[in-house]
C-alpha cells in the first residue's frame, strides 16, 4: 500500500478521470451544505401572542387583552401572558372601554386557549405547529441539538461500516438514507418524532460528509486530493449553504421545504454509475482485479497507456493497528495535547454552530442573515488556506480564535439603534470561527504521529460533536438576556486561544511517526 501513488503515477496528477471525479464529489457537498442547517427556518419561532377565544370582544378589547412587557430593553406584547379573559369579557359587558380602566389591576393567565402566530415571515414552523413556546421553548433548541447527536453517532459507525462495506456502497447507502429520512421527517406527526428522524438525518448525514471526504482522498491525484480536503468540499459545502435561504425564502412551509430539500438529492442518483470504489480499499480487501480494473478504466479517460502488472500482490496485505484509544491518554504529554485539543475543537464549534442557528434571531431579515453568514465563510477558508502555505498554524489559530470571540464581546456594547454594525460585528465573528474550523483541522493532524493520528483527530471530532450539541442551548439563553451567548462564546473561545498557545509548534517539523517523535507541550 505503501507504494500505490508511484504505482499509479501513470495515470497523471489532472486527466479527465481526475477532473470529473473532483467536480462529482463536490457536488455532493452542496447537498450537505443544503441539509445541515434547515433547522434554522424549520425551528424558527415566528412572532406570537395569546390567542383571544372570544369573538364578540371588539378590536379594541382584542389588542388590550395582551400585555405589554420589557424585552432586551423594548416595550413588547406579551407572548406568553395574558389579561384575564373573564375579567375581560365582564368590563366589556360592563360597556368600559380600555382607556377607561386601570389594566395592570387585572390579574394575568396563560395562553389557555393557544397562540396566535405571525404569518408574515413564515407560513408555518414546528413552532407554530407544536406550540414550542414559552414552557415549551426548550424544545426546539434540544430539536436542534438532536442532529449534533446523531454526528456523534455517524462519526463513530460511519468509519467502521465503509472498511467493511467499502466506501462507494456506504457513500451512496448515506445518500439515498439521508433524502428518505428528511422525506419521513416532512410527515412528522410530533415534536417527539421529528426529533428520532432529526437524529437519523444527522447520523446520515455525517456518513455521507466522512465517506465522500475519504474516498476523495483515496482515489483523486495528489495534486487535485490536496485542493479537494483544504478548499473543495468547504466551498462546494458554502454554495449548497448560501442556496438553501433561498429556496426558504420561496417555500415558506416547513413541510414542503423539508419535501423539496429531499427531492432535490434526485440530481445524484446518476452518480452511482460515475463514481468508482476505492482502489485503495479495494487493495486492502485483497481485491487486486477490481482495483487494476479501475485503473484501467481510468487510463482509458486520460488517454495513457496502463502496465501490464498495476498492483502486486505484497500491496494488498494489510497491516493491523496496534494502537487504541487508550493510548491517546496513555502519557501525561499526550494526555495533555489531547485535552488542549479537546478544548479548541470544542470551542470552535460552540462558536461556529451557535452562529450559524442564531441567524434567525438576529434583526432584520433572516433569510438575508442565513445568506450573509454562509458567504462570510468563503473568503474565510481562502484566506486561512492561504495562510497556512506560510504561516504557523499555532499563532495563526490563537489569532482567528481572538478575532472570533474579540467580535462577539464587543456586541454587547453596540446601541440597539445601530443594526448593521451589530450585524457586521457577528459576522466578522462568523469569519473568525470559520477561519479557526479549517486550521485547527490541519494543525491537529500534524500534532500527533502517524501511528495516532487518526485516533487523535476521531477522538477531537468527537468532542466536537459535545461542543456542537451544546451550541443550540447557548443560543437559547439569549431568550433571558440577548448578549449572555455571545459573552459565553466569545470568553470560551479567547480561553482557548489562551490554551493553543501551550500546544507545540508544528511549522517546519517533521511530522512525527512514533510516540517518541511526538512534541511535547510547553510548560
Known amino acids: 500500500m505503501g507504494n500505490y501513488d508511484e504505482d499509479t503515477a501513470f495515470l497523471g496528477q489532472k486527466g479527465p478521470f481526475f477532473v470529473i471525479l473532483f467536480f462529482l464529489l463536490n457536488a455532493v457537498y452542496i447537498s450537505t451544505g443544503l441539509h445541515s442547517l434547515y433547522i434554522v427556518f ?51 359587558a360592563l360597556g368600559y372601554s380600555p382607556l377607561e380602566v386601570n389594566l395592570t389591576d387585572i390579574s394575568l393567565e396563560t395562553c389557555v386557549d393557544g397562540w396566535s402566530y405571525s404569518t408574515d415571515i413564515y407560513h408555518s414552523t414546528i ?89 476523495g482522498s483515496e482515489v483523486l491525484s495528489k495534486s487535485l486530493r490536496v485542493f479537494f480536503t483544504t478548499l473543495g468540499a468547504s466551498l462546494h459545502y458554502c454554495i449548497g449553504y448560501m442556496v438553501l435561504p433561498w429556496i426558504a425564502f420561496a417555500v415558506r412551509d416547513w413541510r414542503s421545504l423539508l419535501r423539496v430539500l429531499s427531492g432535490l438529492t434526485v440530481v445524484y442518483i446518476p452518480l452511482w454509475w460515475l ?92 433569510f438575508l442573515n442565513c445568506f450573509l453568514s454562509a458567504l462570510t465563510e468563503v473568503p474565510a477558508y481562502m484566506v486561512s488556506t492561504l495562510l497556512l502555505k506560510s504561516c504557523p498554524p499555532r499563532p495563526v489559530l490563537s489569532a482567528f480564535l481572538v478575532i472570533g470571540g474579540g467580535f462577539l464581546l464587543l456586541l454587547q456594547l453596540i446601541p440597539e439603534s445601530l443594526h448593521t454594525l451589530a450585524l457586521a460585528l457577528e459576522m466578522a465573528g462568523k469569519f473568525g470561527f470559520t477561519m479557526s474550523f479549517t486550521v485547527v483541522y490541519i494543525y491537529t493532524a500534524e500534532l500527533y504521529p502517524t501511528v495516532l493520528r487518526n485516533l487523535g483527530i476521531g477522538m477531537c471530532s468527537s468532542a466536537a460533536r459535545i461542543g456542537s450539541i451544546t451550541a443550540p442551548y447557548i443560543i437559547f439563553l439569549g431568550t433571558f438576556n440577548k448578549y449572555l451567548p455571545y459573552i459565553l462564546m466569545g470568553s470560551l473561545t479567547i480561553a482557548s486561544s489562551i490554551a493553543n498557545m501551550f500546544l507545540p509548534e508544528t511549522l517546519g517539523k517533521v511530522l512525527p511517526e512514533t510516540l517518541e517523535q511526538m512534541q511535547k507541550c510547553k510548560r
Not at 449534533?148 to 438514507?177: D, H, I, N, T
Not at 412528522?188 to 446520515?204: M, Q
Open 275 to 366: 463514481i468508482p470504489e476505492s482502489p485503495r480499499w479495494l487493495l486492502s480487501q485483497g481485491r487486486v482485479l477490481e482495483a487494476e480494473a479501475i485503473m484501467r478504466e481510468a487510463a482509458k479517460k486520460n488517454k495513457v497507456s496502463a502496465p501490464a502488472v498495476i498492483f502486486s500482490k505484497s500491496e494488498a496485505a494489510s497491516q493491523n493497528s496496534k494502537y487504541s484509544v487508550l493510548d491517546v491518554l496513555r502519557t501525561r504529554d499526550i494526555r495533555k495535547t489531547t485535552f488542549l485539543c479537546f478544548l479548541l475543537w470544542m470551542a470552535i464549534n460552540i462558536g461556529y454552530f451557535g452562529l450559524s442557528l442564531n441567524t434567525s434571531n438576529l434583526s432584520g431579515d433572516p
Open 42 to 92: 424549520v425551528g424558527a419561532s415566528p412572532s406570537h401572542h395569546c390567542r383571544i377565544a372570544d369573538g364578540n370582544l371588539s378590536e379594541e378589547w382584542l389588542k388590550a387583552s395582551i400585555p405589554n412587557e420589557t424585552v432586551n430593553g423594548k416595550l413588547q406584547p406579551s407572548q406568553c401572558w395574558r389579561y384575564s379573559l373573564e375579567t375581560v369579557r365582564k368590563l366589556s
Open 127 to 215: 413552532v407554530s405547529e407544536w406550540d414550542l413556546v414559552c414552557d415549551s421553548e426548550w424544545r426546539v433548541p434540544f430539536a436542534s441539538s438532536t442532529l449534533y447527536m446523531g454526528y456523534l453517532l455517524g462519526s463513530l459507525v460511519s468509519g467502521q461500516l465503509s472498511e467493511r462495506f467499502g466506501r462507494r456502497k456506504v457513500f451512496f447507502m448515506s445518500l439515498v438514507a439521508e433524502a428518505l429520512v428528511i422525506l419521513a421527517q416532512s410527515f412528522s406527526n410530533s415534536w417527539l418524532l421529528f426529533c428520532v428522524l432529526y437524529f437519523f438525518v444527522g447520523t446520515v448525514q455525517i456518513s455521507l460528509y466522512i465517506t465522500a471526504f475519504v474516498l
